[in-house]
Structures are given as structure tokens and as C-alpha cells.
């Protein structure tokens, strides 16, 4: 349950992100891509914490947690670098 509330708020925070840098862009055209770094290093720093998190507290080892950081990052991340190219 919890990897599919971070899947969404990594999802949701992309999203928004991306409209405000859509706002953005008429005056300033680099903004979406200022936006799309920002975005990617916030959710690097939330799921390097969320994995911080489940190997000092919950006692999991790196070698669990690495995967479920990888799918954490990546879905999200991979979502919105395709929207910025695709769309913006």
C-alpha cells in the first residue's frame, strides 16, 4: 500500500510541477525545463529518504530496499521526462 501512495504522490507532484512550468513558460521558455530538474532531484531526495527510512527503522536491508527505490524513482521520473518531451 505504501509503494502505490508514493507512486501516486511522486505521479502528483510531477503533474503539478509540470503545469505551473506550462504557466511559466510564455515568459520564461526554459521554465519547463528548470521545472523538470527541480521535480527530479525533490524526488530523488523523498524516495533516498523513504529507503533511508525502511533500512535505519523498519531493518530492512539496502539489497531489499534498492529495488523498490529504483521502481519508486523511475515510474514517476520516466512519466514526466515523456509528458516534457512529448507535450511541453
Known sequence: MRTA???T???LLFA???IIA???SEHFPSAPNWALALGLSLWL???GAN???G???AG???ADELPILLLLFAVPAVAAVLIRWRFL
Do not use: D
Open 16 to 18: 503539478s510541477i509540470l
Open 22 to 24: 506550462k504557466l511559466f
Open 45 to 47: 531526495a523523498a524516495t
Open 9 to 11: 504522490s511522486g505521479l
Open 60 to 62: 530492512y536491508s539496502v
Open 5 to 7: 501512495l508514493f507512486l
Open 55 to 57: 533500512v535505519s527503522k
Open 51 to 53: 529507503m533511508w527510512i
